[in-house]
């Protein structure tokens, strides 16, 4: 292999081991999640409380005449229910639910930008000292000499789970 073929494979592998993340802010905190999983981000609206529904469920919002549920997802990570301001947001986000595509929505505090966090700035959860249970983080990325909670949406924003949490809170 040439030296141009080589430099071509490492600056593939380079871009490869890169993933962009959506980052927003939640409380005192800066997450993100893989932005190959959101949909759009909509300035928070009208919700439409469901009765019996846990406090992370903060209703349904009608996106072009869809149904989507809307998760206050600091209540989810088991902190107080988001208070709404100016710029309070809702990711539209895909999850899977039976092996079909769902649409949820994520009310954050805001959001903040689109940045690319290359894999070797991804370090795995904490061990210790996270306010949300270990295996929602997928990991923590450095950005700019500070970390980002990654989010693993798969098991923070599990729609089977949350449809469990319903279910209880309905029979008790």
Do not use: W
């Amino acid at each position: 292999m040439s030296q141009s073929q080589t430099s071509k494979s490492v600056a593939v592998a380079a871009v490869q081991s890169t993933a962009q993340y959506l980052t927003f802010l939640l409380g005192d905190g800066v997450f993100a999640m893989d932005i190959a999983t959101v949909r759009e981000i909509i300035q928070h609206g009208q919700l439409t409380t469901v009765p019996l529904m846990p406090t992370f469920v903060r209703g349904v919002m009608n996106l072009r005449g869809a149904v989507v549920p809307v998760i206050d997802l600091q209540a989810r990570l088991g902190k107080a229910a988001t208070t709404v301001g100016k710029k309070t947001c809702v990711i539209i986000f895909d999850a899977q639910r039976d092996n079909e595509r769902v649409e949820l929505g994520l009310m954050v505090d805001a959001v903040s930008e689109v940045i690319e966090i290359p894999a070797s700035e991804i370090e795995p959860p904490p061990q210790f000292g996270s306010a949300i249970k270990r295996d929602f983080i997928k990991g923590m990325g450095k950005v700019g000499g500070k970390f980002v909670i990654i989010l693993d949406p798969e098991r923070a924003l599990d729609v089977d789970e949350m449809a469990d949490l319903v279910e209880r809170a309905q029979t008790e």
